[in-house]
């Protein structure tokens, strides 16, 4: 008699169809305290996909702070089962000072397309209560696409605020999730 698979990850498991599409999903959440621009404060300039945007507070955050991007990054990262952004990328590390999030997700891309897969469509939800990312959506979808190879019309961006309960209702946070979906 054949004995059991000790894996955890292969007990309790049905067979995969053979004619199942090979999918994966992933989910990335990301969320920064936003602080006072200098001189008043110790906020980053607040850019939310690749797009500067006008406020007079800003991500305190080790990298420039993109929330949108670390997001997307974590999302790609959980897809194929892969360490999140905090451990691919660690905050204590001197090089991620002030680091471009879009490498964030041009590396997380390669462990992707190294994993045999790629990305077919994007939905990320932005909580800003202020500067409503509206008027910068089309800009915001541009940058996604350009970065992943997709085209736009794959990548969906939705603004949302908080009605002013908790602290990103109240301007003080920035929130952001996204869910990506793979094709190998």
């Not at 670390?70 to 999140?84: F, K, N």
Request: net charge negative; aromatic share 2%; hydrophobic share 35%.
């Amino acid at each position: 008699m054949p004995e059991a698979d000790p894996t955890p990850e292969k007990q309790n498991q049905p067979p995969t169809p053979p004619d199942a599409p090979d999918l994966r999903i992933g989910h990335g959440y990301d969320l920064h305290r936003l602080e006072h621009l200098a001189p008043d404060g110790p906020g980053k300039p607040l850019i939310v996909g690749g797009v500067p945007l006008e406020h007079d507070r800003g991500p305190l955050a080790h990298s420039d702070g993109d929330a949108l991007y670390h997001a997307v990054t974590d999302a790609l990262l959980g897809a194929i089962a892969h360490p999140d952004i905090g451990q691919l990328f660690p905050d204590s590390e001197a090089a991620e000072e002030g680091r471009d999030s879009s490498e964030y997700i041009a590396r997380a891309l390669e462990l992707v397309t190294d994993s045999g897969y790629r990305p077919i469509s994007l939905d990320a939800t932005v909580v800003l209560e202020r500067p409503r990312i509206g008027p910068h959506k089309d800009q915001i979808r541009a940058n996604l696409a350009r970065l992943l190879g997709m085209d736009v019309g794959r990548v969906n961006v939705k603004g949302k605020t908080h009605e002013a309960v908790d602290a990103v209702g109240q301007g003080l946070a920035i929130e952001v999730h996204c869910v990506v979906l793979l094709s190998r």
